[in-house]
């Protein structure tokens, strides 16, 4: 039988809720500032692959989760590290914050989160930000991305976070600090 897919369902909560919430996720599974992304897809029952889901897209940067503990990101093969781990973080931001939505809603049904977002849906829509902003604090929590913009700006933020230039950037204006 194929399976059903559904949208990622988004939360409504506020955006430091996510990021708090994200902070604690990091916390809880011990990530460090620029730690492997890899290793925690990993151990939390995920799998990374580089390539198309195979299912009607040619899309890259997307999640399939069967189960929070069952599921596959899928990455370009066309972006450079630091675009793949604020992909990894996002797709994880989907996983916690809107896959157990869609299970109460859609039971048994699988959660698909692609690159493509109808701008008609304002719920997938939210979905995409509330994934961008658990994302960014996941990689980059507060008091850690502050403490080194202070010691070094937007280039001791990408270092020290293992992220893209724009990454640090926009999170650096998102708390303040530009």
Do not use: C
Not at 5 to 10: A, K, L, V
Not at 79 to 101: C, M, N, W, Y
Not at 143 to 170: K, P
């Amino acid at each position: 039988m194929k399976p059903v897919y559904q949208h990622p369902i988004g939360t409504g909560l506020p955006k430091h809720v996510i990021e708090h919430f994200a902070e604690d996720v990091a916390k809880q599974v011990g990530l460090q500032p620029g730690g492997s992304l890899e290793e925690l897809v990993s151990n939390t029952g995920g799998k990374l692959i580089y390539g198309s889901t195979g299912i009607e897209d040619q899309q890259s940067g997307s999640i399939i989760a069967r189960a929070l503990n069952d599921y596959t990101i899928y990455l370009s093969r066309n972006t450079s590290r630091q675009r793949d781990r604020f992909t990894i973080a996002h797709e994880l931001g989907h996983l916690v914050l809107h896959f157990p939505k869609v299970q109460s809603a859609h039971p048994g049904a699988f959660m698909r989160a692609t690159r493509w977002v109808d701008e008609a849906d304002e719920n997938q829509k939210r979905a995409e930000w509330e994934a961008n902003w658990f994302a960014a604090a996941l990689l980059m929590p507060k008091a850690e991305v502050t403490a080194a913009y202070e010691g070094g700006g937007l280039a001791e933020i990408q270092s020290q976070f293992d992220v893209s230039a724009a990454a640090a950037e926009i999170r650096a204006k998102s708390l303040g600090l530009q």
